[in-house]
Structures are given as C-alpha cells and as structure tokens.
Antibody, heavy 126, light 115 residues
C-alpha cells in the first residue's frame, strides 16, 4: 500500500541541526512531490517546503529560507528535511506528505496532501 | 501569502446533530478555467497525522463517509458533518493549494467535541 514512513524522534541542543527522513513506498516516487510541514505542541499546521521527486526542484516558505533544506534520494525513494540553527521554538512534530508535483499548472492539480507520514517529534532543549 | 481563517475556534455538538465549520481565504481560490476552488479539508485526531477529507472544496476523498460534505467557492467555504458521530471528535483544518508556485497555507483549525 501507499505509505510514507518517517525516521524516529530526535532531541537536539539549540544551534544544532536535525535531519528527518521520509521513506516512500507503494507508488512511483518520481511522479509526485513531497511536502514537509510541522506542528508545534497544541498548535496548527505550518507548511515548510516542497520537493518534486522527478527533478529535485524545491520551494520553501519565506520564514524558513536559508534554514531548511529538502532533498531526495530517488534510488531509495526517500526524502530528507534538514533544519539548521535550531531554536527552542522549533520543537514540533514534523510531517512529510505526498502531493501533486505541478508548480504552475493548476489544471493538473487534483488533491492536496493525500498521504502523510506518521510524524517525527523533534525536541530542542538545552 | 494567502491567509486562511476559520470559525468557530471550537464547537460542541450533540451526537447525531449537525456540525458546521467555516473557512475564509484572503484571496480567491477559484480557477476560472476549470471552475474549481483549490481548497481542502482535513481531520486530525490526537496523536495522528491529518487525514484528507475533501478536495476541490466539495469532492469527498475515497473512503470518507458521506456525512462529511464541503461547499463554497472563491473565498468562503463550509465543512458540514450532517450527523455527528463519536469518532468525528477531532480538529478540522482547511488548506488552500491554489498558490503558484507552491506556497500552501492552513487555517488555524476548529476543535469539534461532543456536547
């Protein structure tokens, strides 16, 4: 079945970096995008960025430009999200989610995020 | 960026009664070429990732019970649960996926619980 499986929980010091992985299976990885989002405790959903599995093209929300890097390894159908210069307010559950890969062609977009990973808790604490 | 708002923040509904959640976008989400609004609704239960319920404002995702329905167009949208069941207790989010290039935003969520 179609699924996204994320790496396990992380505890990091302020100023460090964290790398979260998202292993895709059950579908053609290069036909979709992978989105990264986060949810701080008791808060809503915040979209961080997007990567197209076919060509590695990325988009990031401006709030995280320069601090987040999203990559893929097509040989292992895995996406990665690295967040640098961690602060205590980066403590959150981080999710990956599958989406349509169309940057500009609204006519070809169907569903938003139809498959989600289970989430990875990242705790930033001194 | 497109800003999404939702009302109410929290909603208490008796079992079997109707629940109505509203979502408003700061910009038009209707694409006039295909007459579709790029608005999705999600359900999130505690400790779980969100689950897609509705896309294109009113198209139910496969497997979603028909007591869930979406309506609206342009900037104003509604999610209705026609007869609330105990398993519907959750937080509901709307999301726009209209932005090109991708810059997707969510509403702050509405908590639905049993009266």
């Amino acid at each position: 079945q179609v699924q996204l499986v994320q790496s396990g929980a992380e505890v990091k010091r302020p100023g460090a970096s964290v790398n979260v992985s998202c292993k895709a299976s059950g579908y053609t990885f290069s036909h979709y995008a992978i989105n990264w989002l986060r949810q701080a405790p008791g808060h809503g959903l915040e979209w961080l960025g997007w990567i197209y599995g076919f060509n590695g093209k990325t988009y990031y929300t401006q709030n995280f430009q320069g601090r987040v890097i999203i990559t893929t390894d097509t040989s292992t159908t895995t996406a990665y999200m690295e967040l640098r210069s961690l602060r205590s307010d980066d403590t959150a559950v981080y999710y990956c989610a599958r989406g349509d890969p169309y940057e500009w062609e609204l006519l070809r977009r169907n569903r938003p995020f139809d498959v989600w990973g289970q989430g990875t808790m990242v705790t930033v604490s001194s | 960026d497109i800003v999404m708002t939702q009302s109410p923040d929290s909603l208490a509904v008796s079992l079997g009664e109707r629940a109505t959640i509203r979502c408003k976008s700061s910009q038009n989400l209707l694409y006039d070429i295909n007459n579709k609004s790029y608005l999705g609704w999600y359900q999130q239960k505690p400790g779980q990732p969100p689950k897609l319920l509705i896309y294109w404002a009113s198209t139910r995702e496969s497997g979603v019970p028909d007591r869930f329905s979406g309506s609206g167009s342009g900037t104003d949208f509604t999610l209705t649960i026609s007869s609330l069941q105990a398993e519907d207790v959750a937080v509901y989010y709307c999301q726009q996926y209209y932005s090109t290039p991708p810059l997707f935003t969510f509403g702050p969520g509405t908590r639905v619980h049993i009266k």
